[in-house]
């Protein structure tokens, strides 16, 4: 099994549609949270960051947290053609000095 | 804003050759960690450097690797004797502490020829 598990899609959605995108984990040390955004052949951007469960709002974007499920979700209201990217889900311990752990990426296409 | 700028963009490299990636990272954060992405597939953790120490390393980070700060701005990651699956995304990220979020430069895509 996998430490992290993300769905590669391919999502496809119509413009201004909300999308889901999730992660299930089975490492319980795991309590750093976050989601990137990569465009083809570029760095992960950071969108997202959550410590522990709960939620966490910014703009049209909402992080989620259920550590007793081990499952995360990212969500995107409004969503834009320029959403268009692979979304990775990625998490880390307060122990293992920094590093994360990264999903696979789901691709998003939003079409106008 | 500030970023992680990483150096070169492209690097083509002989079979066996040494190279070296450059990175550096936001000017206030602590805690530098290498990456990498083989084409198609997830970001990997190589190594994470604290304090003048690596402080973690992957499986992955053998022999043939190591990482510098030779100076109070630049972090470097050595390989050596280069081998064709070496090809791949080399990422540097900075953080302000443990657990932190950590800020990805653009990369530097190797390819081992």
């Known amino acids: 099994q996998k430490e992290v598990e993300q769905d590669p899609g391919p999502l496809s959605v119509p413009e201004g549609a909300i999308v889901s995108l999730n992660c299930t984990y089975s490492n319980s040390a795991f309590q750093y949270f976050m989601w990137y955004r990569q465009y083809s052949r570029k760095g992960p951007e950071l969108l997202m960051y959550?410590?522990?469960?709960g939620n966490k709002e910014d703009g049209r974007f909402t992080a989620q947290v259920d550590k007793s499920s081990k499952y995360i979700s990212l969500f995107i209201r409004d969503s834009q053609p320029s959403d268009s990217a692979t979304y990775l889900c990625?998490?880390?311990?307060?122990?293992?000095?920094?590093?994360?752990?990264f999903g696979d990426g789901t691709t998003l296409t939003v079409k106008p | 804003e500030p970023e992680v700028t990483q150096t070169p963009s492209h690097q083509v490299t002989q079979m066996g050759q040494e190279v070296i990636l450059r990175c550096v990272p936001i000017?206030?954060?602590?805690?530098f960690y290498w990456y990498r992405q083989i084409l198609g597939q997830k970001v990997e953790f190589l190594v994470s450097?604290?304090?003048?120490?690596?402080?973690?390393k992957s499986e992955i980070f053998d022999d043939q690797f190591s990482v510098e700060r030779p100076d109070g701005s630049n972090f470097t990651l050595k390989i050596r004797s280069t081998k064709l699956e070496d090809s791949a995304m080399y990422f540097c990220?900075?953080?302000?502490?443990?657990?932190?979020?950590?800020?990805f430069g653009q990369g530097t895509r190797l390819t081992v020829v």
């Open positions: 959550t410590y522990s469960s």
């Open positions: 990625a998490m880390s311990g307060s122990t293992n000095a920094g590093k994360s752990t």
């Open positions: 990220a900075s953080g302000t502490g443990l657990g932190t979020e950590a800020f």
């Open positions: 450097f604290y304090n003048n120490e690596i402080s973690e």
């Open positions: 000017s206030n954060h602590l805690y």
